[in-house]
């Protein structure tokens, strides 16, 4: 999907559940669990397609882990980037968030942030994700490891993900690093 005329529309739930699709069954493979190899992949759909990074690179990361790959995420030298998708990691997976409620936290985004804004938002999706569970930037070590957890009170969204592999309990959280 070329994204250039309408920015927002990537944000839309339909849309991620077809990116999230597409992703997770590029990183299916046949391999036995133990055998499988990291997925290395990139901003995909960022360029020419205007795709959003934070967007594409969270998408990605829970699509290798509904397919229970770990991920070597190349950001191509976007320094921040790499640390902002590390730091929303471990925001996601020491509250222990499924692939569905990520899925919901980015449509409870696009309905407060995005479709609010005729332009790109000034809030971007991983600030708003910090800002749920009650992080700043200064919340982080140097390390990006999280110094407080503030458990999120929102319960489980039914998004059909947090089941999507065969053999995958209702609770398969992202562990991804």
């Not at 290395?40 to 229970?68: E, P, Y």
């Amino acid at each position: 999907m070329v994204f250039r005329s309408d920015y927002n529309k990537q944000f839309k739930t339909n849309s991620v559940l077809r990116e999230l699709n597409k992703a997770y069954c590029g990183f299916q493979s046949g391999e036995k669990e133990a055998e499988k190899s990291a997925v290395c992949t990139g901003n995909w759909g960022c360029g020419a397609f205007g795709g959003d990074k934070q967007l594409k690179s969270l998408i990605q990361v829970m699509a290798a882990s509904a397919a229970r790959r770990e991920v070597c995420y190349f950001t191509f030298g976007d320094e921040k980037l790499a640390e902002e998708l590390y730091e929303i990691h471990m925001i996601l997976t020491s509250n222990q968030k499924t692939i569905g409620d990520t899925v919901w936290l980015i449509a409870e985004y696009e309905k407060k942030v995005v479709s609010r804004s005729f332009k790109r938002p000034s809030i971007r999706l991983f600030d708003f994700i910090k800002k749920k569970f009650g992080y700043s930037d200064s919340d982080f070590s140097s390390s990006g490891e999280p110094q407080t957890f503030d458990e999120d009170s929102n319960e489980a969204r039914n998004t059909g993900w947090d089941s999507a592999v065969d053999g995958a309990s209702p609770d398969h959280k992202a562990n991804t690093p």
